[in-house]
Nanobody
Framework: QVQLTMSGGGSVQPGGSLRVSCAAS????????IDWFRQAPGKERKFVGG????????FYADSVKGRFTISRDAAENTVYLQMNSLQPEDTAVYYC????????????WGQGTQVTVSS
């Protein structure tokens, strides 16, 4: 079993920055493939990016590439989503999730955290 506990997020003006944390318990984050998603009001959940367990490969959706950064801290057993140059269209509930190896199944999810970008 893995539990993901999210923190961070909040409200910021356009152009600002926020960081969301995803702390894992039950397994080391270095043994997990973790992806990030977001869901805006009335819209489908969308993939934001992710980090793999073995190759440390990090990948991003085109919509956030160059603005968002995913990182991992093994000592804190936490994965981070640093969001810079935020825009109103980034407003959403953000989620982290464990991706089952070799699949696109997500058996474990964080509780979600709201990010609001508004002037």
């Amino acid at each position: 079993q893995v539990q993901l506990t999210m923190s961070g997020g909040g409200s910021v003006q356009p152009g600002g920055s926020l960081r969301v944390s995803c702390a894992a318990s039950g397994r080391p984050v270095t043994n997990l493939d973790i992806d990030w998603f977001r869901q805006a009001p009335g819209k489908e959940r969308k993939f934001v990016g992710g980090i793999t367990r073995d190759t440390d490969t990090i990948f991003y959706a085109d919509s956030v590439k160059g603005r968002f950064t995913i990182s991992r801290d093994a000592a804190e057993n936490t994965v981070y989503l640093q969001m810079n140059s935020l825009q109103p269209e980034d407003t959403a509930v953000y989620y982290c999730a464990v991706r089952a190896a070799g699949t696109f199944d997500y058996p474990y999810w964080g509780q979600g955290t709201q990010v609001t970008v508004s002037s």
